[in-house]
C-alpha cells in the first residue's frame, strides 16, 4: 500500500494550494482529482490583499501578476441595456475607491487584484509538482476509514479502471461544495441554504475590443427584453461570461440552455449581431449560504467549499479557502515532524470556522444590501453599521483567532470599519505592514515574517532576540529574528515599528509561520529565554508531545 504524509482530496485551487504550502514545509504530499485536468471555466476572479500576500509567500505573484494584467484597469459596475448601447462617455459606477486603494496600500505589501482562477491553478499546480507534491487527475476517492495513525483512502482510476488504496497520516477534504469526504464522515451543513435565483454560466470567446473600448468595468448588468444579465471580463480580450438568471417555478432548467440557445442570449445581450461568439462552456450554479457544523473529524480536515460555501457578493468565498489551507499547513507539517502536539492541530477548526461563519455573514449581509456594498465611502460608515456590515477590509484582514494557538488575545477587535486599529501588532492577528529597510532594499514585516516564527524586537530589545536563537537552538524550532534599528539587522527609516506594532522600544512580539501574531510583549524581562520557551511550549502543544515521546 502506497504511504503520504498528507493525502489532498481535489485539485481546484485551493487543494493546489494546501499542496503547494504543505510541500514547501516539506511534507511529502500526494493530490488526487476526479476530473481529468483542471477546470476551463474562470469561476471566482476577486483576489483579495491577504491572498495576494499568501501567493507572494509561495513565490508565484509574479506568475500571477502577469496573468491577471489585463484586468488591473477593471473596476466598477455598468448598467446598459446593451453593451453596444454603453454610454462612453459616463463612467461605470465606481466599487472600489482610490480611498479604499490607498488604505490597502498602507495595511499590505501585496494587491494583486482580479485574476480568474483558470490563470491561478496551472500556476499553482506547477509550483506544487516543482515542490516535489505529486499530483494525479482522473483518480476519485470512493472510501475512507481512519484510525489513530492515520487514513486509508481508496481511490479509483478512472482511465484505467483501477482501485488502489493509499494511506496517509492525514488527509485534507478540498473537493469542493458537494465534497464526497464530508458526505463519507456525515458532518452536516449549516446557514441560510440557496439564496436567490437560479444562474446559468456562459464562458464565450468573442473579440469585444470595439464595443467595451475605454470602459474598464468589473460587471455589466445588461437588461433588455430580450436578454439579461452580468457580463463579466474574463481577459479583456476575448473571454468573457455571461451569466443568465432563470427561474425553476417557470419549470426552466439548465437543459432549455443548449449551445445554440446561449449563443442568441449573448448576441442579444451584446446587441450587435456582427460580433462572432464561440460558446466554451456552460456550467448552472446558484448563490448558497452554509457552512460545515465542524471542519476536523478526526485525521481529517475539511478546507475551501468542502468546509464552506460562501456567497459571490464580496469575492470572500475563494480567499476564505486560501486562507483554510495556509492556516492548516503550518500546523500539520509541525505536527509531522514532531515539533508540535496534536492539539495544535484542534486550533485549525477553532480559528477558521468562527472565520468562515462571520465572512460568510457578511456575503449574505452585501447581497441584500447591495447599494451599501458598492458604495465603499466613508460616508456610508454609519449605514453600514447599522445593519451590521464591516467594511470591506476589516473582513479581508481584520479577523483576530482566538485559540491556545494565540497567547492573550483581545475579546473582540476595536473596530469594524478601520482596519489599522485592528492590525496593531495584537495577539491573534496578521503581523502589522511596516516598510523596513534590509541590506538595502525594502522589505515588509508581513514578508518577514512568512513561512517560518519570527521574533521582531527593536535594537534597544536585544535580550529577546538573543533569547530566541537560543530557545531555537533548544527545541530545534525554526525561529528566525528581526531586530529592528540603527544598530540592528533591520533599518525602520520612518521609527514606526515601535507605535505600529505596540512593542514599544523593550518589547517583543512573535509571529507564527501564518504571519499571525502569536504572543506580544511591551517590556523587557530578566529571564527571555525562559518566558520565550514557555510561550513556545504553549503554543505548539509541546508538554503533550514531550509526554509522548
Known amino acids: ?33 476526479r476530473h481529468p485536468g483542471l477546470s476551463r471555466h474562470p469561476r471566482a476572479f476577486a483576489v483579495n490583499g491577504r491572498s495576494a500576500e499568501l501567493f507572494r509567500e509561495a513565490e508565484v505573484e509574479s506568475a ?13 459596475v455598468l448598467e446598459v441595456e446593451t453593451l453596444a448601447s454603453a454610454d462612453h462617455s459616463a463612467p461605470a459606477r465606481v466599487g472600489v475607491t482610490p480611498d479604499l486603494r490607498t488604505e490597502a496600500d498602507r495595511i499590505s505589501p501585496a494587491l494583486l487584484g482580479a485574476c480568474p482562477q483558470d490563470l491561478i491553478d496551472p500556476v499553482l499546480l506547477s509550483a506544487a509538482r516543482d515542490q516535489g507534491a505529486t499530483v494525479h487527475f482522473g483518480v476519485e476517492l470512493r472510501s475512507l476509514r481512519q484510525d489513530e495513525s492515520g487514513v486509508v483512502a481508496e481511490l479509483h482510476d478512472r482511465s484505467a479502471d483501477e482501485r488502489e488504496e493509499i494511506r496517509a497520516e492525514y488527509l485534507v477534504a478540498a473537493d469542493g461544495a458537494a465534497s464526497t469526504v464530508r458526505t463519507l464522515l456525515e458532518i452536516p451543513t449549516a446557514g441560510p441554504g440557496e439564496l436567490g435565483g437560479h444562474m446559468i454560466n456562459v464562458l464565450f ?27 463579466i471580463p474574463v481577459d479583456n480580450v476575448d473571454r468573457w461570461i455571461f451569466h443568465i438568471p432563470y427561474s425553476t417555478r417557470d419549470r426552466v432548467t439548465p437543459a432549455d440552455f443548449p449551445h445554440d440557445r446561449c449563443r442568441e442570449l449573448v448576441v442579444a445581450a451584446l446587441g450587435s449581431s456582427d460580433v462572432e461568439v464561440e460558446i466554451l462552456g456552460v456550467l448552472p450554479w446558484q448563490s448558497t449560504a452554509r457552512t460545515a ?19 459571490p457578493t464580496g469575492g470572500f468565498g475563494l480567499n476564505t479557502g486560501l486562507a483554510d489551507a495556509h492556516n492548516l499547513a503550518w500546523k500539520l507539517a509541525a505536527v509531522l515532524q514532531h515539533r508540535a502536539g496534536p492539539a495544535l492541530l484542534d ?69 469594524t470599519e478601520h482596519v489599522e486599529q485592528i492590525l496593531d501588532g495584537s495577539p491573534g492577528t496578521r503581523v502589522p505592514h511596516v516598510r523596513l529597510r534590509r541590506n538595502g532594499r525594502e522589505i515588509s514585516t508581513v514578508d518577514l515574517s512568512a513561512g517560518t516564527f519570527t521574533l ?66 511591551t517590556t523587557s524581562s530578566p529571564a527571555p529565554e525562559h518566558i520565550l520557551r514557555e510561550v513556545i511550549d504553549h503554543l505548539l502543544d509541546r508538554r503533550a508531545l514531550a509526554a509522548v515521546t
Open 1 to 33: 500500500m502506497r504511504e503520504v504524509e498528507v493525502l489532498v482530496v481535489g485539485a481546484g485551487t485551493v487543494g493546489l494550494m494546501a499542496a503547494l504550502f504543505l510541500a514547501r514545509h516539506g511534507v511529502r504530499t500526494a493530490v488526487v482529482e
Open 64 to 76: 500571477l501578476v502577469e496573468a491577471s494584467s489585463r484586468l488591473s484597469r477593471n473596476q466598477g
Open 205 to 231: 470567446r468573442a473579440d469585444l475590443t470595439e464595443l467595451v473600448g475605454d470602459l474598464g468595468f468589473a460587471m455589466c448588468k445588461i437588461d433588455n427584453p430580450v436578454s439579461s444579465g452580468i457580463l
Open 293 to 311: 457544523t465542524r471542519f476536523t473529524e478526526g485525521r481529517v480536515h475539511l478546507v475551501g467549499d468542502a468546509a464552506h460555501v460562501v456567497p
Open 347 to 415: 486550533t485549525y477548526e477553532t480559528e477558521r470556522l468562527p472565520i468562515a461563519r462571520s465572512t460568510l455573514d457578511q456575503a449574505v449581509l452585501r447581497g441584500h444590501y447591495r447599494e451599501l456594498h458598492w458604495d465603499v465611502s466613508p460616508a456610508r460608515a454609519e449605514d453600514r453599521a447599522a445593519v451590521g456590515m464591516e467594511a470591506l477590509l476589516v473582513t479581508t484582514f481584520g479577523y483576530q483567532y482566538n485559540s491556545t494557538a494565540v497567547l492573550d488575545p483581545r475579546p473582540t477587535p476595536p473596530s
Open 456 to 521: 521582531f524586537a527593536s535594537s534597544e530589545a536585544t535580550s529577546w532576540s538573543a533569547a530566541a536563537k537560543a530557545v531555537a537552538t533548544e527545541t530545534d524550532i525554526p525561529i528566525q529574528t528581526c531586530v529592528i534599528g540603527p544598530t540592528g539587522d533591520t533599518e525602520d527609516p520612518a521609527n514606526t515599528w515601535p507605535t505600529t506594532s505596540g512593542t514599544g522600544s523593550h518589547g517583543a512580539l512573535l509571529t507564527r509561520p501564518d504571519g499571525f501574531v502569536a504572543w506580544r510583549t
